[in-house]
Nanobody, 116 residues
Framework: VQLVESGGGLVQAGDSLRLSCAVS????????MGWYRQAPGKQRELVAT????????NYADSVKGRFTISRDNAKNTMYLQMNSLKPEDTAVYYC??????????WGQGTQVTVSS
């Protein structure tokens, strides 16, 4: 199983970005997909998760109302639409999937930098 993130970059406060996570390999019955982020000197933290079928989503309080997680099962791709970005959103963003048996896979990360 391989996860590849894309879409990061350098933007100004108030701008938007859309991150993508393309999943390849044995992706049958992915349970949950999610985005996490890690800022310098801080622990990795949950940003948002989405269940199979995209019915249920969960967001960190810090991004509620600004970020939207979605997935396209036909393309095995997950997205994170980030609006009204703030400097405190600066971090490396990682995608994660959970397969049956609690097998967890991570992407390599994509850098998001928001300047004030």
């Amino acid at each position: 199983v391989q996860l590849v993130e894309s879409g990061g970059g350098l933007v100004q406060a108030g701008d938007s970005l859309r991150l993508s996570c393309a999943v390849s390999g044995n992706t049958f019955s992915i349970n949950t997909m999610g985005w996490y982020r890690q800022a310098p000197g801080k622990q990795r933290e949950l940003v948002a998760t989405i269940t199979s079928g995209g019915i249920s989503t969960n967001y960190a309080d810090s991004v509620k109302g600004r970020f939207t997680i979605s997935r396209d099962n036909a393309k095995n791709t997950m997205y994170l639409q980030m609006n009204s970005l703030k400097p405190e959103d600066t971090a490396v963003y990682y995608c994660q999937i959970v397969l049956p048996g609690l097998r967890i896979y991570w992407g390599q990360g994509t850098q998001v930098t928001v300047s004030s």
